[in-house]
Every structure is written in structure tokens, then in C-alpha cells.
């Protein structure tokens, strides 16, 4: 139900048609919300906390999964070549705990996310969750002395935690019909205030969405060599996969933008799509009579920790790896050294 839910609002967003305008009036009220709240800061009546080092964010103000943690591991592998010791923080889905959690080699999906885990194992860094982003970010610092630089995960909204810059990431649906939720797909106007705005095309014949601004930078996800679910040395290209009965299967944001990129690799998958964050378990592929599974990074966290599906040798996982242009990535790191050049001379 929550399925069929989400797919009638998706495609009720993309155009301002019958239901979009019923719900019109609602989306003006709760603008009038988040206007008021975000005065409340801008008036000084709540704190906003600056870090000690420069404070990046990357965000989405179009509901649900827009490419995010492709982005952050992107971004902490650019400051990592640049010389920057970069730590990450997020929320954690589905982290009941009010304190933080400073992940480790033993931190389990269940327990902090699946998206932190992730993030942890590719980019390499400190990774710490938590509701509070303030009491986080404290946390990561003063567990490493070294961080000179924060990327907060998702906290465009969290306007606590001060920021130097950020970061709006969109996908190739672009601003959808332009309205705040529950009209349309946004959390806060499209004309939002931010530095940079990216949007990640799921393949290069990907029509450039209208709703954006020109000066948008593109980004592009590129599939690496797929590997076993149960053993990451046994590699394979996609084109491999040829020939073979497969199946798809996705628990991310927009399940479509994995689909679509293997089949602009020449793969005809059957397809599975599973609500973002979803909760593998021994049966989630039961009964598939394919010869192969192929699965995201994000979902393989948590099916890794479910013996069945470990032991599954049908079950490859395909990586990615976010694409940007080389001269944006120069440009972040100058803005981002010239914010922390401000604080040294503050």
C-alpha cells in the first residue's frame, strides 16, 4: 500500500494536474511554516551553532532518494586527495538513540543506518549519527583531533548546525511541478538560498531537466566492476552479464535510476523494486529463478548480515562511483579553504 501510496503521489508531482491543485492550499500553509521557522533563526531568536572547521552540506529539497550518498563519497575522496582529513555525519536512518553513535568496524545497518555503513567502508573516514547534528559534529571532532572538515549528510533542514556551504542535489525529474509538499515533491522552495546545485542524470543521453538553473552542475554515476555479494574478490564487468536471466533489485530512493543504468549497459534485468531503506530478509528473493542478482552497495550492507542471502551465489553487487567535472571540484575546494582561511583569521 505504502508502495502504490508513493508511485500516485510521484507522478501527481510531476505535473500540476487535478490532485496537485486540491492539495495546493496545503502546500501555502505548510510554506508558511517552514518560513516561520527558518526566521526564527535568521531573527536570532534560535541558536545557530558554527564549527570550529568549515561545515559542508549536501542535500535534497525533492522528497526521497535524489543520489546523496554517491555525492558525500565523492566529496570525501576529492578533499582527501586535496590534503583535507574530512569526517562525515548523518542522521542514520532509523537510529532510535539520542546520543551519538561513532561508527566502527563493527556498526551494523540495523544499528546506525544503512547509508553511514556504506559511506564508512568506501570513503574511509570518521563517520558519527545521531538526531542532534550539532551534538554530533562535536562528537566526531573531539574523537578526531584531525577533521578540518565536516560534511553533513543530508541536513539542508537542520538549520541548528550552522553551514558554510551547500550543496542541493536534484535527478533527472528536476523541481517536478515546482510546489511545496503535499502538492508537489519539494520540502522547501526550489529558489532556495544555496552555493552549488547538482543534478545527477542517471546516463549521458539524459534530458537535462527544464527546472533547473543553467549554471547547474551535472553529475554523472558511473558503474564499476560488479563483485559476489559473499566474496568481493571474484569481479566482473557488466558486459559479462550478457546473455544471462537476471533480475534487479533496488531498496534506494528511486529504485528506476539503478534500473536504468544497467539497462544503458546492455543488460535486460527483470526488475524488483523495494521501498528505500527496506529491510532485506530470507525471503526477499525466494522463488527468483534467475542466474543472477544484481543489487546496489547501499542494499548490500544489510544483506550481507542475513547468512541466506550471503551464502546466495547468485547475488553481485553492483558499485558506483559519482562523476563530476574536474574544474567544480577545484572550485568547491577553493570555497571551502577560503571558509576555513576565514576562521583561522577570524
Not at 317 to 344: C, N, W, Y
Request: net charge neutral.
Amino acid at each position: 500500500m505504502r508502495a502504490v501510496l508513493e508511485k500516485i503521489l510521484l507522478n501527481a508531482w510531476q505535473k500540476r494536474g487535478l490532485l496537485a491543485c486540491l492539495l495546493w492550499p496545503v502546500s501555502k500553509l505548510f510554506q508558511l511554516i517552514i518560513t516561520f521557522r527558518f526566521g526564527l533563526f535568521v531573527m536570532g531568536y534560535k541558536a545557530q551553532t558554527q564549527m570550529p572547521v568549515p561545515v559542508v552540506v549536501v542535500g535534497n529539497i525533492f522528497i526521497g532518494g535524489t543520489g546523496k550518498t554517491p555525492l558525500v563519497i565523492w566529496l570525501v575522496q576529492q578533499l582527501q586527495h586535496a590534503g583535507w582529513h574530512p569526517a562525515v555525519i548523518s542522521r542514520g536512518y532509523g537510529v532510535q538513540a539520542d546520543s551519538v553513535i561513532l561508527l566502527d568496524a563493527a556498526s551494523l545497518p540495523q544499528q546506525v543506518g544503512d547509508e553511514p555503513v556504506l559511506i564508512a567502508a568506501r570513503a574511509q573516514c570518521p563517520v558519527a549519527v545521531g538526531r542532534d547534528r550539532v551534538a554530533v559534529a562535536r562528537c566526531v571532532l573531539a574523537a578526531n583531533p584531525e577533521v578540518d572538515v565536516i560534511i553533513a549528510d543530508d541536513g539542508l533542514q537542520h538549520y541548528a548546525l550552522g553551514r558554510d556551504v551547500e550543496l542541493v542535489l536534484f535527478d533527472q525529474r528536476g523541481a517536478g511541478n515546482g510546489w511545496l509538499l503535499p502538492a508537489g515533491p519539494l520540502r522547501e522552495p526550489v529558489g532556495r538560498r544555496r552555493d552549488f546545485t547538482i543534478c545527477n542524470l542517471a546516463g549521458q543521453e539524459v534530458a537535462f531537466p527544464a527546472s533547473l538553473p543553467a549554471d547547474t552542475v551535472r553529475m554523472h554515476l558511473q558503474a564499476g566492476q560488479a563483485y559476489r555479494l559473499n566474496d568481493d574478490r571474484q569481479q566482473r564487468s557488466l558486459l559479462e552479464f550478457q546473455g544471462q536471466s537476471l533480475l534487479a533489485a533496488a531498496g534506494i530512493g528511486n529504485p528506476q535510476r539503478f534500473f536504468t543504468m544497467l539497462a544503458t549497459q546492455g543488460l535486460q534485468c527483470q526488475t524488483l523494486a523495494f521501498p528505500d531503506h527496506h529491510a532485506f530478509d530470507v525471503q526477499s528473493f525466494k522463488g527468483v529463478d534467475v542466474d543472477c542478482i544484481l543489487i546496489t552497495e547501499k542494499d548490500a550492507v544489510k544483506c550481507r548480515q542475513i547468512p541466506a542471502l550471503l551464502d546466495d551465489a547468485r547475488i553481485w553487487v553492483v558499485p558506483v562511483e559519482a562523476q563530476l567535472d574536474a574544474a567544480f571540484a577545484a572550485s568547491l575546494i577553493q570555497m571551502i579553504s577560503e571558509k576555513k582561511h576565514g576562521r583561522t583569521s577570524a
